[in-house]
């Protein structure tokens, strides 16, 4: 069973950083989508960042996608695990305050990347709050 770990996030203030960090487990795919969509209650959950992961070559490449709000913001990168993945989020405004959660799905990213029903894992999330 697939199962992906959230950490990170809390609680800062505008302008601030936050690093999260999510490690997959149980999973044998060679390639895996892997990233982060956000949700405020009320709403829909919005995609943020994701990247394309090769586990077998493990070399931190791979293309990345971000959503335009946080383009110059957010770095998603692979972590020091070659399951994981981390995104730190600069420059933190209010607007970004959500639930986060790890996403990941087999296979490339591609232009769908922002829609949530196409992954097939995902964590429980994590709260990041930005006061103003």
Do not use: H
């Amino acid at each position: 069973q697939v199962q992906l770990v959230e950490s990170g996030g809390g609680s800062v203030q505008a302008g601030g950083s936050l690093r999260l960090s999510c490690a997959a487990s149980g999973y044998r795919y060679s390639s895996i989508c892997m990233g982060w969509f956000r949700q405020v209650q009320g709403k829909e959950r919005e995609g943020v960042a994701v990247k394309y992961l090769n586990v077998i070559l493990s070399n931190g490449g791979g293309v990345t996608y971000y959503a335009d709000s946080v383009k110059g913001r957010f770095t998603i990168s692979q972590g020091n695990g070659k399951n994981t993945v981390s995104l730190q989020m600069n420059s933190l405004k209010p607007e970004d305050t959500a639930m986060y959660y790890c996403a990941a799905r087999s296979g490339a990213c591609g232009d769908s990347w922002y829609i949530d029903t196409r992954y097939t894992y995902w964590g429980k999330g994590t709260q990041v709050t930005v006061s103003s």
